[in-house]
């Protein structure tokens, strides 16, 4: 098959990709082993080059050569990331790409014990959901060059390369060794698509796992949008719109006080209240608070529950680490630190069908909001900030009371065999024991929210509907 038969299949190209696709093709050819080389192998090559300029556009090729992305020190410990035009391409570059396509994720290498848990996140086996890898992306709709972005608190960095792409690696500083944290991140960019990635890596993967996991990550264009492996990315030119200080993410407001009249349908242990319209009530049965979970079921509570407990079986206290944050010139470092008595939180709640319609895989929830009241207000409790002669700028709980979401349950069913109650019939009374952590310091300000859609970090409208329940001690 010749070149010149190539325009009775395809639409006409300006000859300077026909170029670039024979170029292609000839540095395939050559690189290809001799007994390898024959016109299926040709035919192949050359079909799947042309199918890529057609789906992806000339700025594709162009771009894996035009653009790199480079690292800059800024200070002791910051950087600057960006994405350059190649010296060795000057003058052949396009202001912005004409076409981004959409992209499958590839992920050709997870080490041994890591699996996916989603598209884009991975964690290991023994510890699902926490740790592992998270990828993000931005598809660069104003030109792969306008991608720039700065890090401080920085302890290494590095460039590194995989293939045709170029990516940095970061490593923060772990100031609490037994947590794991999300200590790495690395980019890298895809200019051949316009898109690039974030890699968030937590500290249970080495720096070496790390990269290679990065190394191995694909983006193939494809036609389809609806794919399980289609990757779902922010455009760059939103990540850089200035947020609303008022706005969490997703545009809704943060509301963290109210009128104390709003929490007028509080309940109290041993009410019943509906829950929905489709007939279910719940009733918080009973709470009973304790120094170990000897009140739980030892095959429901997972590993992490169980290490907060010392050899006698009592919960250890959490540890609060005072930390003044890091910026270009400077680490994180920890400040001081205090230990403060942990609490089981456990409850027992009843869910009531009374409707006359069997009720199905009934989702439930549980969180704890920890509120108080000031001045005719009802306030979220804040977190702890430094008073004026503080040096440090952010506590952190090392315990499992900072997780508000409940961390036991002992009903379990649906697809995934988690926080679900498979069937109530109408009149049927099915009863969940849920367990949270909290501080000694929390006891006073503790409320129950079982609102299915959480919410205890802010009120909303529905769980002040439903009505918190007043745990407070």
Known sequence: MGFEHLKHDFPEMPEEIRTMIRTEVEKQLKSEPARHRSKRTVRRTLAASLAAVMLCGATVFAGVSIYRMQLQKTGEHGVRIDIAENPEAAGN??????????????????????????LGKYSFEDNLYQGGVSMTFFRMDTGDDQFEIQHGDVLTSE??????????????????????????RLYVAYTDVHYVMEMYAASDVSK??????????????????????IVVAQNWSDSQKAPDPLL????????????????????KPGDSFPLDDQGLAVKVADVQISDDISLLDPSLAD????????????????????????????????????????????ATVEYTNTGSEELTDVLFFGSLARIREAGGQVQIVPEETPSGSEEWDRA????????????????????????????????????????????????????LNLNPSGGS??????????????IRQ
């Open 93 to 118: 570059t396009d202001e912005a790409p004409a076409v981004i396509p959409n992209v499958r994720l590839e992920v050709g290498y997870l080490p041994q014990g890591m699996v996916q848990t989603e």
């Open 457 to 470: 970090y802010e009120f909303s409208d529905s769980s002040l509907e439903i009505g918190y329940v007043d």
């Open 208 to 229: 070496d796992e790390a990269l290679k996991i990065a190394e191995n990550v694909k983006l193939i264009p494809t036609e389809d949008a609806t794919g399980e492996d």
């Open 396 to 447: 952190i709980n090392h315990g499992l009371s900072y997780i508000q979401e409940m961390i036991y349950y002992d009903v379990h069913g649906g697809e995934r065999n988690n926080n679900y109650i498979a069937s109530i019939k109408p009149g049927e009374t099915v009863t969940v024991h849920m367990a949270f952590l909290a501080t000694e310091e929390e006891l006073p300000t503790l409320y």
């Open 159 to 184: 460039e590194f390369t995989t293939g045709e792409y170029q990516g940095v690696y970061l490593e923060y500083p772990n100031l609490y060794e037994n947590d794991i944290t999300f200590n790495q």
């Open 248 to 267: 969490e993410e997703g545009g809704v407001e943060t509301v963290t006080s109210v009128a104390a009249e709003k929490m007028a349908n509080t309940h």
């Open 303 to 346: 590993q992490d529950l169980k290490e907060e407990t010392d050899a006698a079986g009592k919960l250890r206290p959490a540890t609060i680490q005072y930390v003044k944050e890091g910026n270009a010139d400077a680490l994180s470092e920890e400040v001081s630190s205090r230990k403060v008595p942990q609490k089981l939180i456990y």
